[in-house]
């Protein structure tokens, strides 16, 4: 019966191990290409303001997932020669120390939302995302420092850990919630104002304006499907000791470490057919909101 659970172990640790590897090697792909974007304007671009803390996180996320992928594979393979625990202190405490690309991910979402949406939500309402992300960042700082109080005292947390690391995860997905709903709702009302406007509505579609506000809703609410499933998952134990939530943890702060990357790419994605849109194409709020954004990285819209 030992025999099977241990099977089942590295079963799931290698699906583990190779969704990890494939999210890993996708952010190796879109890396270089995010890095290019931020030096469109030459080194002295990332020297200071947005572009040099969009560098950063990226690179600092980059570097985390590059290691957090090679702890899973060292680990694995302790597994693989039947010494599970040699690696298990270090990787545990790194798990939590990788929560930080959640702060990256979910402050990239908050600050592009309010880069949008600051002329059309009150002050309140614009509080609201940017204080659950500064309780994430309390949270994910707990969890941090009790893991390695743990790891140092050889003292187990139990409780009191869990509970802390469920709440950086929940605040997490409420943080990403807000403020992908919130830039939803800008859009709706941008996309409503436009199509009374336009005496051709099909047309509207093909602007780069457009283009780049859809993408970036659709990658936000993707982001914000996985950190529900984080979150769900997290309640669903397996049958070998542990949950669902411990196989795709992994997963999911991989694919939080990619999405600042991810976003600096796809606001200067709307390249090609459809650049020459001028502002009588588009509401001219829009094209000035997104302008704001697009500004800040890379070269404006056009």
Known sequence: MGSVSGNNKL???FLEITAQTFLYGAFTMIMP?????LLARGWQGIRRGPNAVLFWITLTAFLLSTGYLVGSLAAFWAKL??????????RTTYNAVMLINFIFADGVVVWRMHMLCRSHFSRKLLFIPWLLLGILSVSVMMTIALRIVSTASQRPTGLLFTTVQTCANSLSLATNLVATAMFCIWMYQQRRLASKNLSNPINRTNTRVERIMMLLAESGVVYCISSAILVITEAIHTPVGGTVGDIYSPMHVQLAGMYPAFVIILVNSGGGAGTSSSHDEYNEAAFEDTTRLTSFIGSPVT
């Open 33 to 37: 290409m995010a890095t290019k974007t």
């Open 11 to 13: 079963f799931l640790g």
């Open 81 to 90: 020669e039947g010494e599970p625990g040699r690696f298990s202190s270090v």
